[in-house]
């Protein structure tokens, strides 16, 4: 059981715009910074949005990310077929103290 | 720029202790959370703890029994170890370069560089 809820799966066409949320507490997403991972089929995660809605140098302004309240988003638009991934949010516990991640979120792109 | 791998034993037989040292290359050690995240099969992450550059550590209160790190910035290099493992451990192990900030009441938590990962499987 993650401590940070997100969808199973979602799914879109090519070109198409799709969302993917994560739901935390106030000890977590509301208080605290989100960041987002893409693993790609048999890949390590690579960072894909830090403090909320920054992109990593190379991160292509498709992927966006946001935050309000308890709840965190990423956003893709103009999808395309090699966006098929595994994506995770993530973020610091306050009180764990400790990092947490969602469960993951499987992207297919129709 | 900055690249990380792991190695270690692939086959750990339960009880026994679980070691992987991760080797950082192209850049410094100074001033970040050398973090540990694993993905058992199948699964989603999961958070198992960083080592400051300096020491400081802070570990998943679910693992913090079992967990021990160590770092050695002469040889670039960083290490777990997990004790009395059962199949429940067997996932692939991830290294990885993570920042850690508090600023204005917020923090920030993020991992930017990523190992490939190494498989480990519990098994007698």
């Known amino acids: 059981q993650s401590v940070l809820t997100q969808p199973p799966s979602v799914s879109a066409a090519p070109g198409q715009k799709v969302t993917i949320s994560c739901s935390g507490s106030?000890?977590?997403?509301?208080?605290?910074?989100v960041s987002w991972y893409q693993q790609l089929p048999g890949t390590a995660p690579k960072l894909l949005i830090y403090?909320?809605?920054k992109r990593p140098s190379g991160i292509p302004d498709r992927f966006s990310g946001s935050k309000s309240g308890t709840s965190a988003t990423l956003g893709i638009t103009g999808l395309q077929t090699g966006d098929e991934a595994d994506y995770y949010c993530g973020t610091w516990d306050s009180s764990l103290s400790a990092g947490v991640f969602g469960g993951g979120t499987k992207l297919t792109v129709l | 720029q900055v690249q990380l791998q792991e190695s270690g034993p692939g086959l750990v037989k339960p009880s026994e202790i679980l070691s992987l040292t991760c080797s950082v290359s192209g850049g410094s050690m100074s001033n970040y959370h050398w973090s540990w995240i694993r993905q058992p099969p199948g699964k989603g992450l999961e958070w198992i703890g960083y080592i400051y550059s300096s020491g400081g550590t802070n570990y998943n209160p679910s693992l913090k029994s079992r967990v021990t790190t160590s770092v050695d910035t002469s040889k670039n290099q960083f290490s777990l170890k997990l004790s009395s493992v059962t199949a429940a451990d067997t996932a692939v192990y991830y290294c990885?370069?993570?920042?850690?900030?508090?600023?204005?009441?917020?923090?920030?938590?993020?991992?930017?560089?990523w190992g490939k990962g190494t498989t480990v499987t519990v098994s007698s």
């Open positions: 990885a370069r993570g920042k850690l900030l508090w600023s204005s009441g917020y923090y920030y938590y993020y991992m930017d560089v």
């Open positions: 403090e909320n809605n």
């Open positions: 106030n000890s977590n997403i509301e208080n605290n910074y």
